[in-house]
């Protein structure tokens, strides 16, 4: 207290109390309070959030280089590469290095947008954007560009134009099951097919390396590097075969042009026993090195078209902005429409070769046996169907028991058997033959298609029959081609339904297996005697039925035709149009089933004059994709005794020979020979060696002397049958190659020649004939 | 003497006239060349990296150099000013609120334009801001009011018109420039001082309230100010234009933890925070020598201020009293400002931090008014029988 007073008397003697007092507290106030807030927004800033500030400023300060991963390859089963990586160029700008290094900015963009074929004023804009440090000018140039534009920079000793290395995905195969394979878009991402599918394996890890990096670029003494090493992606083996993949599309593709085919195809090679797909392919088809190009002409024309409508407006019309959206749109439907794989993601109308399905049912619960037999009048009224139904023959197919029933693709019997199924066994079936629900295929964007509700066809008192009864030969619902094959695979591998698959390894870049696909078996759907019975008569259909022109000889093809209209597209006018879909699923070898093929040609055109059904169209196309892809996948040839003519023999080189060793070579293959010239051994031989020929061939054999070389004109021999053809080439001098339906049938004739009529070719030559059965409907 | 309190001394134990102090306050001129050789030592620190790009790579002391002579040229002013008896100063107030008048309007004339904004002035080849002369004038002549309004003060005549028309008298010309920093420091060590001239409270909280009306129509007028108190409440909204500023400075205070990366080791210094070696010295100081290091040189300045104040009130007279307040009000003020800038607690104003920051002049100039203050605190027992009465 007393220093308290002593104080106060101080200040009084000082005079101005009060000034005291004010300087105290101003004191106070600046000398400590003031300071308060900043100390503890120190602390805040420094202590409690010293993490979130350290980590940004770290991020500040550090400049991170991605290293990108390598994507994976993809491989098919031989391990020929379907999709990898090039190396290419990105070219940027730094405008802000531009800018202080005092840059010719539009001498620059002109020089630069010659070199990368670019607007200059589009460059020029890039670069006067300050505030970025990149700007991307050039986008995956190839080797030459970038080496351009690199000795541009050098030229003028310009900083501020970079190049950094990139990678492109390209697809050696072009077109090539482009809708299985997919593609990547612009940032390297998977977007459709295999490569969408798979991308978390393809694509790897990134990896980056960080530096402390002072701003402009200056260097710092306390700096430190991080590297974070890429993880290369992961390549895919395929179950997919190169050669059989585009077997299947030739074949498709010639189908596509012989029968004016509208709105392409879709066909698929399956191994019947463990699911793997060995070709899948939708045509109309795309190349996924330059995904957004239109392939189809058609389309690119009305495309075309469009275009050049609109820029006939004039600028910022409404009709121009209209015109040009609606080209947008149409352009990026047609682009949609060539990457869809439609054996996947499109449900069609399997039309007839749905009734192996039905009949194989029925076979296995024991509703029909062999020996039941079928009347079919061409139409019948059928009990709880208030139309009458017509068979696709009108005028009948008289009596016939089982097997003639699936021979005829007679639809009056499918219905009775449907019928004598019931809707619960029925339904129960396509239950199990997995109609009703999606393959599990490793592929993205599949769909089930579409089928009855259950009660529509289990519940006849209610809702009739006819549901039940056209359900039974595959009309009014749909499902995908995948749906279909699988089940008609199960089918005939004895009665197992499986999960198809397209890759069958992942491979790291080490090469350790990360992921391996064995065959998965879901259910037994038939016995497998009913297999064994349906593997018989799917045989005859070949042999004796609808699809004669799927004859392939030397091996035992089975298979059923299916022809359906297109009962939910209509045309401008609300008609029902009558597109058709016609195809064939083939199966080889009957004996002990490995490959299943189907082939389906989406609207072929009347303007051919050829009978629109699966087994003129169809049927011969899987049939000629069986005689390439047979031998190939090492499926052995078997010959029927009478058949000389039907098998082929390539020729040995006999020159050199005696006359009596070339006889003995030749008879060996069953071939017979001519001799010209007197010499001692063979000179020369007609056809030369490593043709081949017919089976019955004779070859000629010269002896010293040279082969005239004669020229003779290709006949016409469309129209002619087996025997007609056979002696009209031998007349000629020429030998004949007998493809497709190799029945001696009167039926079975010419149906195109690989030489056309009236070419001049040598004596000697082979010419191909391709033999159909021109009546064979359905 | 070491125990003693900074405000109240002990000394009035000893009889008042023996000692008469003929030395300046040594406390004070400790803490002040602590403070400075510390600035240099961070100055260096935080312009090296600057001073190497602004030279092409060669050389790391430009801007110290600079700072270093100034330094020179202060402590000599401050040595000189040190030995002129405040009384000196009284008789300049008006001389040099005459001078400072028109320096200013001269500015508005023949100013030369730095960084766009016309506030400098050339004078044989001595390039200067007239408002480092005005800050000083300011105090200089409230000093000299005070002494003659004594009493009066109180009064709404003497007390706000006097003050106020004196202070209109510097910043109306300094409106004209734009310039809003000296405009706000000044303002705030007007109001310091009349508080301590005996102003009543409640005009100067109407003046403060005046102030923020001022400001709010200020900022609705003005973009670019407008901009500011954007980049101020959310810099992170544009980090690569109005925000950069801040969230460098951030990211320079909140990396440095509590001990900071060392001295000399800062990242944020290599051109990534802009006015590193200047406003935002403090920064750089707590990314080096984190938070105790920036909480030691905290204390130093609320030390140098406190002593300031000790002085003022052991001032002989109530001119000097008044006249080494203020004078310690503006390093106060200016200090406290900076900080609240660089740490964000207010929006960036462009006052530079005393003894640390770079810029020749405010560095003379503020070493020579801690000169008066030091020649001052020579008086510093004497008052008692100098005070003329109330």
Redesign the interface.
Known sequence: MAKRQKKKSYARVRGDSGQQRRIFYTALCLGLAAFVPVSLRLYSLMVTDYEYYARLALRNQTRTTTVSADRGTIYDRNMNVLACNKGVENIYLDPHELKQSKADVPAISQALGEILDADPAWIAEQASDLKMRYKQIGKKVDAQTAAQVREYINEYGISGIHLEPGTMRTYPYGTLAAQVIGFTNDSGTGSEGIEASYNAYLEGDAGSVITTKGNNEMDMPFSYENYIGATQGCSLILTLDATVQACLEKQMQTAIDRYAVQNGAFGMVMDVNTGEILAMATLGSYDPNNYLEILDTETVQQLEQMRLSYLMEPAQSSAYTAGKEAYAQALHLAQLKQWRNRCLSDGYEPGSTFKVLTLAAALDCGAVDLDTGFQCSGAQQIPGRAQLLHCWRSTGHGSQQTAQALQNSCNLAFANIGLRLGGERFYEYIQKFGVLEKTGIDLAGESKGVFFDKSLIVDTEKWGTASLTSASFGQTFKLTPLQLVRAIASVVNGGYLLEPYLVSEVVDAQGNTVLKQEPTVLRQVISAETSETMCGLIRSVVTDGTAKNATVSGFDIGGKTGTSEKIDVFDENGQRVQDKIVSFVGVAPMDDPQYIVLVALDTPSRSTGIYISGGVMAAPTVGAVMADILPYLDVERNYAEDDAAGRQVILDDMTGLTAEQAQKLLKEQGLTATAVGGGEAVTAQIPAPGECVPGDSQVILYFGEDPAERLVTVPDFTGMNRQQASDTAGSLGLYILVCGNDSLSYDVVVTAQSEAKDTQVPVGTTIRLEFADIGAHD | MASQSL??AKE?RRPAKKRTGERVDTIFLLLLLMLLSVGLTMLYSASS?QS??DTGYTQSTRYLLKQGACAGIGLAAMWVLSRIPPKFWLGMAWPLYGISIALLLSVLLFGESVNGARRWINIAGLQFQPSEIAKFTLIVLFARLTKGFGSDARTFRYGVLGFGGALLGILVPLALEKHLSAIMLMGMVAV?MM????THPKWLLCGAGAAVVFVVVYISFMGYAGDRVTAWLHPEQDP??TGYQI??S?????????FG?GLG?S??K???LPFQYNDYIFAII?EEL??VG??LI?AL??AL??R???I??KAPD?FS?VLA?GLI?LI??QT?LN??VV?N?LPSTGIALPFFSYGGTALAVNLGEMGIILSISRYRDR??QQ????
């Open positions: 405000l109240y009035n990296a190497m790009y310091v508080f301590v001239a005996g690569a234009d969230l460098q951030l990211y320079a205070i909140g990396s440095g933890g509590l990366l080791k990242r944020q290599y051109l990534y707590c984190g938070l920036a909480l905290i300045f609320a201020i406190l300031g104040y000790w003022a009130l109530r009293t307040a009000t106060a003020v406290i900080l609240g740490t607690l008052a008692a005070e003329e009465p109330l």
